[in-house]
């Protein structure tokens, strides 16, 4: 087998196929404005027993990120023939993730660079079983800045992560294993590669997606799961106190899945084990 | 001759030396680091008859953002070897860039990834000689927000700067060719990719760098040629006020130099062509 899997597209926006080539080898410029200016865009899919989880929303979310930083769309059944011939060239493994990885390409070429990579996930059972400590830190923007400042681009998923990972070193510096953004005018948003769900007075509740923040597709998937099972679910405006007298938190993404928040800030709160053995089950149990 | 020329860093924390490598050689791996989340920094350093100007700046610089992204120190020797022997590599030209990539390599490594890449510059003969429309955007920060929020990397030179592409599509749909960022609490920051100085009542001035923008190099070289021609220098709170009222503004940066300001959010205000022309000279003679 090989593994990891790493297909190039020849044209992320055109249906030109891709090509396998070796996971050791370059495959960027070093002008490539995805590497000089964090210029570009991704997804990153989880893959349970060789079906792509949400394959729809991550790609429908990858024309969205496009289309803010106002690159090429993606030509989406190129993009979705590669996640499956990633997948197909990989020996079937319980959890594996796929990254879309789409830059703007080389300055001036106009022509945009792209590729899947695939490779098995880590384990998440403690994260998902035990819980995780989160802390709250500023993200300096306000709830309002997606609509007031459009070209911060709140909201896209871009590659200019630098920030992101700062913050999960702040987390780990203060002892904790991931953080949790709260705009300037004192509400819940998003973690650096995660969105938040709490269980709030029946219903499971997430911050509006139009906070600046990316709507997830887990927490999507969740909704759904949620509704099936009978909870309400609503995006509303929320805040950290909101998160400590909530009788379930968690932040939720696309590998690790639901990870139970057992503390913030140094403060435990309550987990709720079987309702999240019983998401992440749900999750895992996606036909699509 | 070899254009343009590339360098790849063996260790860009040790003194390793470097490979020259084509540069339509791709350079970085799928999982590098510094494509998959912009997680890493750079420098670009004009280099003006085989002098790089401002060098001894650049790479304090380059270490000062390695500091704040808790990368390996950049070995200093190793990247000044790397400049010096890009500028051999090429024949000489009137003006060329160099550009000095330093990303945090590949997921889990812990091998940094670093390169230097030198070409002939853009002619910026019109930027400096006709000046630049700009328009003022909002950062979405406070100018406080280095000091509240470190974990947003604000003075670092990161190559994080979708937004800051993004911020000169905006202009460009406004029909200017550059931004300028403000505070939310109303104070002029920095250009996306620009520091930006004013002549105010006989004073040459430029915001205090204390204010989540970058220390520019530019700028402290201009400030130098100022006091030699007797202009007092100082940073300071300016707001857009001050920008419309001052006798005369810059973008000022690496390789376009000093361009005057002829119009904010298409409001003409007056340049200084004089001023311009010798600070540019200024700017072009150094020896180091």
């Given at each position: 087998m090989t593994s990891p899997?790493?297909?190039?597209?020849?044209?992320?926006?055109?249906?030109?196929?891709?090509?396998?080539?070796?996971?050791?080898?370059?495959?960027?410029?070093?002008?490539?404005?995805g590497i000089t200016?964090?210029?570009?865009?991704?997804?990153?899919?989880?893959?349970?027993?060789?079906?792509?989880?949400?394959?729809?929303?991550?790609?429908?979310?990858?024309?969205?990120?496009?289309?803010?930083?106002?690159?090429?769309r993606?030509?989406?059944?190129?993009?979705?023939?590669?996640?499956?011939?990633?997948?197909?060239?990989?020996?079937?493994?319980?959890?594996?993730?796929?990254?879309?990885?789409?830059?703007?390409?080389?300055?001036g070429s106009g022509v945009p660079t792209g590729w899947v990579w695939l490779q098995p996930s880590a384990d998440f059972t403690r994260e998902r079983t035990e819980g995780i400590d989160v802390v709250l830190l500023d993200r300096g923007y306000a709830s309002t800045i997606a609509t007031t400042a459009p070209w911060l681009l709140q909201g896209a998923k871009t590659l200019s992560y630098?920030?992101?990972?700062?913050?999960?070193?702040?987390?780990?510096?203060?002892?904790?294993?991931?953080?949790?953004?709260?705009?300037t005018d004192g509400?819940?948003?998003?973690?650096?590669?995660?969105?938040?769900l709490l269980r709030l007075d029946g219903r499971i509740v997430t911050p509006k997606t139009d906070?600046?923040?990316?709507?997830?597709?887990?927490?999507?998937?969740?909704?759904?799961?949620a509704q099936v099972n009978g909870y309400p679910t609503s995006y509303e405006l929320l805040t950290p106190a909101d998160l400590m007298r909530a009788d379930a938190a968690w932040l939720v993404s696309s590998v690790r899945n639901a990870a139970p928040i057992r503390s913030v800030?140094?403060?435990?709160?309550?987990?709720?084990?079987?309702?999240?053995?019983?998401?992440?089950?749900?999750?895992?149990?996606?036909?699509?």
């Open positions: 899997v790493l297909l190039l597209l020849r044209d992320p926006s055109g249906a030109t196929g891709h090509d396998a080539v070796a996971a050791d080898q370059p495959v960027a410029l070093a002008t490539d404005l200016r964090g210029d570009g865009i991704f997804e990153t899919i989880t893959v349970v027993d060789g079906i792509p989880q949400a394959l729809d929303a991550h790609l429908t979310r990858l024309a969205h990120s496009a289309a803010l930083l106002e690159l090429p993606p030509h989406e059944p190129a993009w979705r023939e590669a996640v499956f011939a990633a997948i197909d060239a990989h020996d079937e493994v319980a959890e594996a993730f796929i990254k879309l990885v789409y830059s703007r390409g080389i300055e630098a920030l992101n990972r700062a913050a999960i070193r702040e987390a780990a510096r203060r002892g904790a294993d991931d953080a949790l953004f709260v705009s509400y819940l948003l998003e973690g650096p590669t995660a969105n938040v906070l600046g923040i990316l709507a997830g597709t887990t927490q999507q998937s969740i909704f759904e799961i800030d140094g403060v435990a709160r309550a987990i709720d084990a079987e309702l999240t053995q019983s998401i992440n089950a749900g999750l895992a149990a996606r036909t699509a």
